[in-house]
């Protein structure tokens, strides 16, 4: 399994029109791609701003490929995501999954 990252900053003023964006439209688009298997969105406040740490998982590179296109390194970030963000990387990084942990988030 292939994890990909990618990091972006919202104003207070718009970090929650990122999260509905992503939550809401984003992600339960990715639920319909094949290899796609899970997505995480980690929120966190940092210097005024409201920075967001987007992680999905997906089968394989070549599932990455069918949604990023060619050039897996570049971000993929929709024009509304856009509007939402102050900053956003530009690239987006995989890593090998070595380890996972199901537990309830219901803690």
């Given at each position: 399994m292939i994890a990909?990252?990618?990091k972006g900053r919202?104003?207070?003023t718009k970090?929650?029109?990122y999260f509905q964006h992503a939550?809401?439209?984003?992600?339960?688009a990715l639920r319909?791609?094949?290899g796609h298997r899970g997505a995480w969105l980690l929120r966190r406040d940092l210097d005024g701003q409201v920075e967001f740490l987007v992680?999905?998982?997906w089968d394989s590179l070549d599932a990455i490929r069918a949604f990023?296109?060619?050039d897996l390194s570049v971000a993929v970030v929709e024009p509304e995501g856009r509007a939402a963000l102050e900053t956003f990387d530009d690239f987006a990084s995989h890593y090998d999954?070595?380890?996972g942990s199901s537990e309830s988030l219901s803690r």
């Amino acid at each position: 399994m292939i994890a990909r990252l990618w990091k972006g900053r919202a104003s207070a003023t718009k970090a929650d029109a990122y999260f509905q964006h992503a939550t809401e439209t984003v992600f339960p688009a990715l639920r319909a791609l094949p290899g796609h298997r899970g997505a995480w969105l980690l929120r966190r406040d940092l210097d005024g701003q409201v920075e967001f740490l987007v992680l999905t998982l997906w089968d394989s590179l070549d599932a990455i490929r069918a949604f990023a296109g060619g050039d897996l390194s570049v971000a993929v970030v929709e024009p509304e995501g856009r509007a939402a963000l102050e900053t956003f990387d530009d690239f987006a990084s995989h890593y090998d999954v070595a380890f996972g942990s199901s537990e309830s988030l219901s803690r």
